[in-house]
């Protein structure tokens, strides 16, 4: 459904591949005018003449019936959202594969992505798995892992589409040739990656610097990682950790820099986003509404 399936997509195509039909969710309404607009794969398959469908779930008898009548030989699944039921699964001769963004069984889940960030994990990756009718619990065809670094959600996200989209071609080529063989998943190490909720958004200063420094990295550039002053919430899209000195207090900003005291460390917030604004420095956001130092941040 969403960007992240478009580098596959395209691939697919580059290789020789024929896509019957594209699937997406339904279009939603987006921007100030609140209009339905189609999502990328679905545009992308209008410019290729592919067939598409955006129905608002599978599990309808005349949507599935619709799927059967397509005979695929694969059906290739990225972060489409919705549930595939038996008869969609067992549909396709070789089966349903997914590109998954994390090195399965760890993120099994809606955001894997901000999850892997947000939990300071060093490494993460593609999987490609056998979809079965679990949860992300399919045998594993493939996986590449790679370093997070310094990335925030949003450059992790393309790095991750760019890799998924290399390991899908090369996946489907030894399906294709019959050789490739299928990992079960272990159990253990397996966690879940929940949908991001209101609370994961709000910045808690009685929590360590690093933690919140990749909480910040891993809701950036949306939702956005916040906390509020005087009464006005104010997204936080980069920060750097910073040293703090013994006995501060978590949530009270320490300089005219609006380093901000944690548990441990402070951190300083190099991008914010105010409310009806666009993203900016910090200096250029405090040159407008200055938050002196001692002032306490909620």
Not at 255 to 264: I, K, P, R, S, Y
Request: a positive charge; proline letters at 9%.
């Amino acid at each position: 459904t969403p960007i992240f399936a478009l580098p596959a997509f395209d691939a697919m195509i580059t290789a020789g591949h024929e896509p019957l039909c594209v699937y997406s969710q339904p279009p939603r309404p987006a921007g100030r005018g609140r209009t339905s607009r189609n999502g990328p794969m679905i545009e992308a398959a209008k410019a290729r003449n592919v067939q598409s469908r955006t129905p608002k779930t599978l599990k309808d008898i005349h949507e599935t019936q619709s799927f059967l009548s397509l005979a695929p030989d694969v059906a290739v699944v990225a972060a489409y959202g919705l549930i595939l039921p038996k008869a969609v699964l067992e549909a396709p001769r070789l089966g349903c594969i997914n590109i998954h963004a994390s090195l399965l069984p760890r993120w099994r889940g809606a955001a894997p992505i901000q999850r892997s960030i947000m939990a300071c994990d060093r490494v993460t990756g593609i999987t490609i798995m056998h979809m079965d009718k679990g949860l992300d619990t399919g045998p594993i065809l493939a996986q590449h892992e790679i370093c997070i670094g310094s990335d925030d959600a949003g450059r992790l996200h393309d790095r991750l589409a760019k890799v998924g989209a290399e390991m899908i071609v090369e996946t489907l080529e030894k399906m294709e040739a019959g050789n490739i063989l299928e990992m079960p998943q272990p159990e253990s190490g397996a966690t879940y990656a929940s949908r991001l909720s209101a609370e994961d958004e709000r910045l808690d200063w009685h929590r360590p610097s690093i933690e919140l420094e990749c909480q910040v990295r891993g809701l950036s550039p949306r939702p956005g990682a916040h906390f509020t002053f005087a009464g006005e919430r104010w997204k936080v899209l980069s920060a750097t950790v910073k040293s703090a000195p013994s006995r501060t207090k978590p949530g009270y900003v320490l300089d005219d820099q609006l380093t901000v005291a944690c548990a441990t460390g402070a951190i300083q917030p190099s991008k914010v986003q105010r409310p009806s604004r666009r993203p900016m420095s910090t200096s250029e956001a405090l040159r407008g509404t200055p938050i002196p130092p001692g002032t306490q941040l909620g």
